[in-house]
């Protein structure tokens, strides 16, 4: 999908696995294709922009950051573009549990961002608190959907307002648990290819869609530029991930064309061809 077809303000969609629809809106939007939008409860029909009319920020299950590349297609794009108030729709804090990287650690490191989703400062809380904020990592469109409605049908997650971070915040409903955190972010490939048409890069495309088994990679959707078209490919292990894509889009020989890998902390850019 292109950058361009949405915009700040923007709602639109997620089409769940289970015939709904959870209505969100794009709050920021930090180029190529980062966003963070707020997503509202899922309802049984595709909602029109009209139906939306009477949501209020706080009434969002999520303030999340995430992958834009299904907004447009195959999320549908329900338009409302134009400025968002920044007093009622805020930039959440978001936390990371540490104690994958300390097991003893007693407590949740919490980030503040600034308007292009970048960190600007941080402090601990309580690990009572974990589970009260937004997760930290940055989804793929693809596990968005996934594990949004396994939390909806867990009923486990609450309203915005009742955060630590929302003005004068509501108390959590009695009996509500905090949701658990999203799975670590799947490893990434990111498949470039240059070039201005489109053909190419649908084929490379279409070539990964069909020879992707799921226990590898799944494609998360394509960002097309002026002069290049970006194919994100998500998978358990960017390694096993990237050998995959590499055989898969090596006989192609297509100039230029290169891998941005990322497995676990450490990222490399692939090659093929020179």
Known sequence: MSAA??????????????????????VFHTPPQGV??????????????????????????????????????????????????RSRWKTPEF??????VYPEGREVRVDLVDDQLRRVHFFHAPLSELGRRQYGGVMG???????????????????????????????VPPGAAPPPAPEPPSDRVVVVVPGRGRSVGDIVEMTLMLGLAPDVGEVDGAMRSRDETEISVYGPDGRRLADRVLELVGPLRTPGLHLLVRAGDQEWTLRPHE
């Open 141 to 171: 469109a693809v596990a968005l959907e996934r594990w949004l409605l396994h939390q909806v049908r867990a009923n486990a997650l609450v309203p915005l307002r009742t955060q630590p971070w929302w003005d004068n915040p509501t108390p």
């Open 5 to 26: 077809a949405y915009r700040v303000g923007d709602w639109f969609a997620i089409p769940l696995a289970n015939g709904t629809f959870a209505p969100g809106r794009v």
């Open 95 to 100: 936390e990371t549990d540490l104690r994958d």
């Open 36 to 85: 963070l939008g707020y997503v509202f409860a899922p309802r049984p029909t595709l909602p029109t922009r009209a139906e939306l009319a009477d949501l209020e920020p706080g009434d969002a299950l999520l303030a999340q950051r995430f992958s834009g590349l299904h907004i447009g297609d195959p999320w549908p794009l329900l338009g409302g573009a134009g400025d968002v108030d």
